[in-house]
């Protein structure tokens, strides 16, 4: 077969050139032939044409023949050797020869590279599955690579992209990063694309260039990640991690050199550097182990440990000297992780890291960068020059002891520093005078102040004296703890501190409700100094520096206080436990959190006793000095005999003594508070008597008394002192002899009724009143049948005379009973109530209506009128009727109301108030008569 193939081919060659006149060749022949005339076209010598005369990529004549000759965008187009032995004439020895074409690779498939490490790999073609493999062009000596073995007839372009002869990028140690132009700039262009024109992609070399570290990994000429190598830059992953906040410029440290974690290459290939797998070695020197620290990295954890940077050498009380790589959030390089804040003991216990590291820290917190975490603890000395007078620590000292008792101990009793402040100073702690006061006073108050101040005018000085001092005229000293917390001693937590002093009130200051404060000038709303009292004090808010004025008589209450308060300034008059003539008698009493009020003068101290207004001196004519606040005596108990009457106060005021100069006026703006309520009333008191509704309407205007007292002139209504009883018999009676059979005396009535009630006036404060102001006069009743005649109907029904006995109207408008008494002159108010009045007084009858017309007579016993009962007694004069009568020896029983040994009564021995009579009824006439016959009709009126 192949001896056939050969001859043909000779034959078609040697037609070939015999056809075409080509010049003599190489080997003798002549002729003009070249590749082209064989296979290829005008263009390019590689088929198509193929020899067997194909023209598609799928025949292996043709395949990818013009994809390797032509190029692309992979790389500009290869020789032809690199696949096949180019014969130098057509006719050179195995150039024409049985098909196919035989496949010798050349230099650049043969090529191996650094990455290969040398081993020279060997090329290959395997007809049969039309594949070449192991050959440098297709990525045979570079890691990665989807599809090293191309199949020679697939031209589609799926075999040549980025990531099929390497990975795109390779894969690790290979930096994983697409920007493939930061490190091979002379194959890859900027966009990405492959730089034909430089021809140095797929050229047999691995072009890297002038490289700096930060073409891998960091950015900016700035090699610590992020990105990593791998191309991420959250600090969450392990190649990003701390690295920017070690190697990064900072306010706390100088940047941490890379190679205190790592080795660090001279070049980028140098061994070990991207010659093994990723993550990177971590190899500590420099920092990290000085100090003799033997530092370790946990790539599981992702911690190190043992770390000077991060503590291990330094006295333990660290937070976190064991960090986490990829925490970034600051917490494990906050002051305190790496060591104590303080450090743990024997380390000075104080925060003052300044004092005794002043070239790393200042006392501002602010770092020398360059010197905290260099590999050496700075310690300067904490005290300066001449530290050791008083004049120069003592200031110090009273800015706060805490920077002392971080070397001399919590008490200063020589800490690690082993010097006590008692060796030179003995019981400062428990001696107030030893840092203020002294000088006035040994209580510890200022001045001096704790600055060695004196004069009032600064703050720490101020007003202390005059608050603490053992002596004053007008006030008991105050504490100190009235403003300040008083220490149990000097260095108890929050006494020694920068000033000025903290203000703490308490006891006098917040007496009363009080909620002061302090404004660094004045004290505000201090109950000492008259924020509760609303008193129109002048100064409430003294300015602290402002001297002896500021706290004059009037400054802390007006004088005297604004109403209510009585304008009164003899103080004594009300507070005579703490004032009288004419200063203070206990001025521990005088702003002592109590108003202290005992009325040590009469009541006529600051208003008439009673006040000459309105009816007051009618309800009140004994002296001052029976006048009592809530008291409800009357005359009968305050002044028998005085001619007057003696309402006491409690009468029409409160019961209550809190109520007296309470602020509480009457409805109307008066002054004084009115209650006539019965409520709490003693048993047997006029009040008591009162019903639940007694009030009082205040007048309309409002007045002034010539003491400075307002007033209205209202009206009461309801007080028992202003009433009547009125009586009601609605009937009808029964009458002896009719209704029902006369028994003999005295008479035995059936059951009526008989109603009592009473009846209420409303007098004006201002008015004044007569005999006729509260009660009849004379006390009358009415028939129902008179009161009717003219259709009004203005009284109470009584009939048959019954209930009341002072007087009658009967049913043709006659009076009967005693103010009638059958013709004689009227019976005068003395005959039954002589005490309660003793004048008989005019009587006489009105010819028109034939009733009994009364004129006034005085009051003789105030005592026994309104005193809360009738007062029944029998005139010790005689009385004329027929005969003159004496009642010196009658008496009246309250409990059953009657009257025994009236001698006026004739026959009747025992007389019952209110027994009904009838001038026409015999029965009823014969009580005190006893006639056989009846009586005759009485004449007319005007005929009497």
Same mark, same amino acid.
């Given at each position: 077969m192949r001896t056939v193939e050969g001859f043909v081919l000779a034959g078609f060659?040697?037609?070939?050139?015999?056809?075409? &006149?080509?010049?003599?060749?190489?080997?003798?022949?002549?002729?003009?032939?070249?590749?082209?005339?064989?296979?290829?076209?005008?263009?390019?010598?590689?088929?198509?044409?193929?020899?067997?005369?194909?023209?598609?990529?799928?025949?292996?004549?043709? &395949?990818? %023949?013009?994809?390797?000759?032509?190029?692309g965008n992979v790389r500009s187009g290869i020789s032809c050797k690199e696949c096949h032995k180019v014969p130098e004439s057509i006719d050179?020895?195995?150039?024409?020869?049985?098909?196919?074409?035989?496949?010798?690779?050349?230099? =650049?498939?043969?090529?191996?590279?650094?990455?290969?490490?040398?081993?020279?790999?060997?090329?290959?073609?395997?007809?049969?599955?039309?594949?070449?493999?192991n050959v440098y062009c297709h990525g045979a000596a570079l890691p990665g690579g989807a599809d090293k073995e191309p199949k020679?007839?697939?031209?589609?372009?799926?075999?040549?992209?980025?990531?099929?002869?390497?990975?795109?990028?390779?894969?690790?140690?290979?930096?994983?990063?697409?920007?493939?132009?930061?490190?091979?700039?002379?194959?890859?262009?900027?966009?990405?694309?492959?730089?034909?024109?430089?021809?140095?992609?797929?050229?047999?070399?691995?072009q890297v260039g002038q490289l700096g570290c930060d073409s891998c990994h960091g950015q900016n000429g700035d090699a610590n990640p992020p990105p990593d190598t791998r191309g991420n830059t959250d600090t969450s992953a392990r190649g990003v991690g701390a690295h920017a906040s070690h190697l990064s410029e900072s306010d706390w440290h100088a940047p941490v050199e890379c190679g205190s974690c790592h080795v660090v290459p001279q070049s980028i290939s140098d061994e070990g550097h991207i010659d093994s797998e990723q993550p990177a070695d971590v190899v500590f020197s420099g920092l990290a182990v000085s100090d003799g620290a033997s530092p370790s990295y946990d790539p599981e954890n992702l911690s190190c440990s043992g770390t000077y940077c991060h503590g291990s050498t330094l006295f333990k009380g660290g937070s976190n000297t064991v960090p986490i790589w990829n925490v970034v959030d600051g917490s494990q390089a906050a002051c305190g992780t790496c060591h104590g804040l303080p450090p743990d003991s024997p380390h000075p216990q104080s925060q003052s890291c300044y004092m005794c590291h002043g070239e790393v820290i200042d006392s501002d917190g602010n770092f020398t960068p360059e010197k905290h975490i260099d590999g050496q603890v700075e310690v300067s000395s904490p005290h300066p020059d001449g530290w050791a007078n008083g004049q120069v620590h003592g200031p110090e000292f009273e800015q706060g002891p805490a920077a002392c008792q971080a070397c001399h101990g919590e008490q200063l009793d020589g800490g690690e520093a082993g010097v006590s402040c008692e060796q030179c100073h003995p019981g400062f702690r428990t001696n107030c005078v030893f840092c203020h006061g002294g000088v006035d006073n040994q209580t510890g108050a200022p001045p001096e102040s704790v600055a060695g101040e004196l004069d009032t005018s600064v703050r720490g000085v101020g007003a202390h004296t005059a608050h603490l001092k053992e002596s004053p005229a007008w006030h008991a000293p105050l504490q100190c703890s009235d403003c300040h917390d008083v220490p149990d001693d000097a260095l108890s937590p929050g006494h020694i501190d920068p000033r000025p002093a903290e203000l703490s009130f308490s006891r006098i200051a917040v007496a009363d409700g009080a909620s002061p404060s302090f404004d660094g000038q004045k004290c505000s709303s201090v109950y000492c100094h008259g924020a509760t009292l609303d008193a129109g004090g002048s100064n409430t808010e003294p300015a602290w520096t402002g001297g002896s004025g500021e706290a004059a008589c009037g400054s802390c209450h007006s004088l005297p206080p604004p109403e209510p308060h009585p304008q009164v300034t003899n103080c004594g008059l009300c507070h005579g436990m703490v004032y009288g003539n004419g200063g203070f008698v206990a001025p521990e009493l005088h702003i002592d959190g109590i108003v202290e009020v005992s009325f040590t003068g009469a009541c006529d101290?600051?208003?008439?006793?009673?006040?000459?207004?309105?009816?007051?001196?009618?309800?009140?004519?004994?002296?001052?000095?029976?006048?009592?606040? &809530? #008291?409800?005596?009357?005359?009968?108990?305050?002044?028998?005999?005085?001619?007057?009457?003696?309402?006491?106060? &409690?009468?029409?005021?409160?019961?209550?003594?809190?109520? %007296?100069?309470?602020?509480k006026k009457n409805g109307g703006g008066g002054d004084a508070e009115v209650d006539l309520s019965p409520s709490g009333a003693p048993q047997g008191a006029l009040k008591a008597l009162n019903p639940a509704g007694a009030s009082y309407a205040p007048g309309n205007v409002v007045k002034t008394d010539s003491e400075g007292f307002r007033y209205t002139e209202g009206t009461c209504t309801n007080v028992y002192c202003h009433s009547k009883k009125v009586v009601e018999v609605p009937g009808p009676v029964p009458e002896p002899g009719v209704d029902f059979q006369f028994t003999g005396y005295p008479i035995q009535y059936p059951d009526y009724t008989v109603l009592e009630r009473r009846e209420y006036s409303s007098p004006a404060w201002s008015g004044t009143l007569s005999c006729d102001g509260c009660h009849g006069f004379p006390p009358r009743t009415y028939s129902p049948e008179w009161d009717?005649?003219?259709?009004?109907?203005?009284?109470?029904?009584?009939?048959?005379?019954?209930?009341?006995? %002072?007087?009658?109207?009967?049913?043709?408008? @006659?009076?009967?009973?005693?103010?009638?008494?059958? #013709?004689?002159?009227? =019976?005068?108010?003395?005959?039954?109530? @002589?005490?309660?009045?003793?004048?008989?007084?005019?009587?006489?009858?009105?010819?028109?209506?034939?009733?009994?017309? @009364?004129?006034?007579?005085?009051?003789?016993?105030?005592?026994?009128?309104?005193?809360?009962?009738?007062?029944?007694?029998?005139?010790?004069d005689a009385i004329t009727l027929r005969s003159d009568h004496d009642l010196s020896t009658a008496s009246y029983d309250e409990s059953t109301r009657t009257c025994s040994g009236v001698s006026c009564h004739i026959n009747q021995a025992d007389v019952a108030w209110g027994s009904p009579y009838r001038y026409e009824n015999t029965f009823e006439c014969n009580v005190c008569h006893r006639y056989k016959n009846p009586l005759p009709r009485r004449p007319d009126v005007a005929g009497r």
């Open positions: 060659v040697a037609l070939c050139i015999s056809a075409c &006149g080509y010049d003599k060749m190489a080997d003798g022949f002549e002729g003009s032939a070249t590749c082209k005339s064989c296979h290829g076209n005008e263009d390019s010598p590689a088929p198509p044409l193929a020899l067997d005369g194909s023209t598609d990529t799928s025949a292996l004549g043709v &395949g990818a %023949h013009r994809r390797h000759l032509v190029g050179a020895e195995g150039h024409i020869d049985p098909l196919p074409a035989e496949v010798v690779f050349g230099p =650049l498939a043969s090529q191996d590279t650094l990455l290969r490490g040398g081993t020279g790999g060997t090329p290959e073609w395997d007809r049969q599955s039309a594949r070449c493999s020679w007839t697939v031209v589609d372009g799926s075999q040549i992209r980025c990531g099929s002869c390497h990975g795109d990028p390779p894969p690790a140690p290979h930096p994983q990063s697409a920007n493939c132009s930061a490190c091979h700039p002379g194959t890859v262009r900027p966009d990405g694309r492959i730089d034909i024109e430089g021809g140095l992609h797929i050229d047999g070399r691995l101290g600051c208003h008439g006793a009673p006040p000459d207004t309105g009816a007051h001196r009618v309800h009140f004519g004994a002296g001052a000095d029976k006048a009592h606040y &809530g #008291g409800t005596g009357t005359a009968q108990q305050l002044a028998p005999g005085a001619g007057a009457y003696a309402f006491d106060c &409690g009468n029409c005021h409160p019961l209550d003594a809190s109520h %007296h100069m309470n602020g009717l005649q003219d259709g009004s109907d203005d009284f109470p029904d009584v009939d048959g005379a019954a209930g009341d006995s %002072h007087s009658w109207i009967d049913p043709e408008g @006659y009076e009967d009973l005693h103010g009638y008494t059958h #013709g004689f002159q009227p =019976l005068a108010c003395a005959t039954c109530h @002589y005490g309660t009045v003793t004048e008989q007084g005019q009587r006489e009858f009105d010819q028109n209506t034939g009733w009994s017309v @009364y004129q006034p007579v005085p009051i003789a016993s105030h005592e026994s009128h309104v005193n809360g009962k009738p007062d029944v007694a029998f005139t010790p």
